[in-house]
């Protein structure tokens, strides 16, 4: 019983750095990127990500998830390390942009699912939106930020700022975000 404990414990951790590593090749290198990349990120073979993930759109979906419950862990974790609830929202929104942009690129790679990919969108609300609005109040109690702001538009506003990046060298969606999360602030 011990070992089939240990081996489905190591699987569940494999999966992750899997899961992790192929997050930040598509960062980098978006998510038509090559398979052996992130095999090679991860630092295992490609036959292991066929076998648990045998189309493109498997493994995405599967980082898209990943990155939701990363994202959702981070929120009350930052809330809980950081003295200041405003630095922990900055943080926040730090991963959830990396987020957005393996989202953008989940569009693409599930076009013929669109019934998927809205049931996806539905979970990422679910789990994200209370951890932004735990982040605003948070902040706005600390008297950080003076804003009657919803988590719903923040998300959508920052969202709508990442969408422009793809390929375009010259915009960096952060720097918008900074100025955003700036004006949030009390002066």
Same mark, same amino acid.
């Given at each position: #019983?011990?070992? $089939? %404990?240990? !081996? ?36 295992? +073979?490609?036959? @292991? ?9 498997? *493994?995405?979906?599967?980082?898209? %998830? ?5 994202? &959702?862990?981070? +929120?009350?974790?930052?809330? &809980? ?20 942009? /393996? ?6 790679? #599930? ?7 809205? &049931? ?18 948070? &902040? ?14 923040? #998300? !959508? $506003? ?5 969408? +422009? %990046?793809?390929?375009? /060298? ?7 975000? @900074? *100025? ?8």
């Amino acid at each position: #019983m011990e070992a $089939g %404990r240990s !081996r489905r414990s190591d699987a569940l951790r494999n999966e992750q750095k899997l899961l992790t590593a192929a997050a930040e090749v598509f960062l980098v290198s978006g998510v038509d990127a090559p398979i052996r990349e992130i095999a090679a990120q991860a630092g295992i +073979g490609t036959g @292991t990500i066929y076998r648990n993930f045998p189309t493109r759109a498997d *493994l995405v979906v599967a980082v898209y %998830r990943h990155q939701v419950e990363e994202c &959702a862990g981070a +929120g009350p974790r930052l809330l &809980a390390d950081l003295d200041s609830p405003l630095e922990a929202l900055r943080q926040w929104v730090d991963l959830f942009v990396d987020f957005l942009v /393996t989202k953008h690129g989940l569009a693409h790679a #599930m076009q013929s699912d669109s019934s998927g990919f809205e &049931a996806l969108h539905v979970y990422f609300l679910e789990r994200l939106l209370p951890i932004c609005t735990e982040l605003l109040a948070a &902040a706005s109690e600390a008297g950080e930020i003076d804003s009657d702001i919803q988590a719903y538009e923040l #998300m !959508r $506003g920052i969202g709508n700022l990442c969408i +422009g %990046r793809e390929g375009d /060298t010259a915009y960096d969606p952060r720097r918008l975000i @900074t *100025l955003l999360l700036d004006g949030l602030q009390v002066h």
